[in-house]
Nanobody, 122 residues
Framework: QVQLVESGGGLVQVGGSLRLSCAAS????????MGWFRQTPGKDRSFVGT????????YYAASVRGRFTISRDNAKNTVYLQMNSLKPEDTAVYYCAAAPDWAITRDEYKYWGQGTQVTVSS
C-alpha cells in the first residue's frame, strides 16, 4: 500500500515556475515508477510525465517536454515536478501516482494522490 500526498500548488504568473512535491508513505516507494497527471474540469486526466523507480529514466508528454522535469528522492520518499515557463494552458489539478512498472497510461497506475491545484494567470 502506498499513500500519496501532493503539495506545492498555487497561483503563478505566465512564464513563472512552480515545484510540486508528492510525499509517499510505505517502505516500497522506491520500487514504484512515479507519474504525474493533470486534469481540468470536464476533461479526462492526462499524462504529464513519469520517472522510473531509480530515477534513471523519464518520459514526458509533448506539451510539457523541455519545460517540466520530474525527479525523485527515494531516501525521502518524495517525487517532484519542476514546472518552468508556465502557460495558462498548464492550469489544472495535478496528481501524482504510483505504478508497479514503467507506465505512461492512466490505467497502469495503482495509487493516486488527492491532487493539488495549479493556476497560471495571464
Amino acid at each position: 500500500q502506498v499513500q500519496l500526498v501532493e503539495s506545492g500548488g498555487g497561483l503563478v504568473q505566465v512564464g513563472g515556475s512552480l515545484r510540486l512535491s508528492c510525499a509517499a508513505s510505505g517502505r516500497t516507494f522506491s520500487s514504484y515508477a512515479m507519474g504525474w497527471f493533470r486534469q481540468t474540469p470536464g476533461k479526462d486526466r492526462s499524462f504529464v510525465g513519469t520517472i522510473s523507480w531509480n530515477g534513471g529514466g523519464t518520459y514526458y508528454a509533448a506539451s510539457v517536454r523541455g519545460r517540466f522535469t520530474i525527479s525523485r528522492d527515494n531516501a525521502k520518499n518524495t517525487v517532484y515536478l519542476q514546472m518552468n515557463s508556465l502557460k495558462p494552458e498548464d492550469t489544472a489539478v495535478y496528481y501524482c501516482a504510483a505504478a508497479p512498472d514503467w507506465a505512461i497510461t492512466r490505467d497502469e497506475y495503482k495509487y493516486w494522490g488527492q491532487g493539488t491545484q495549479v493556476t497560471v494567470s495571464s
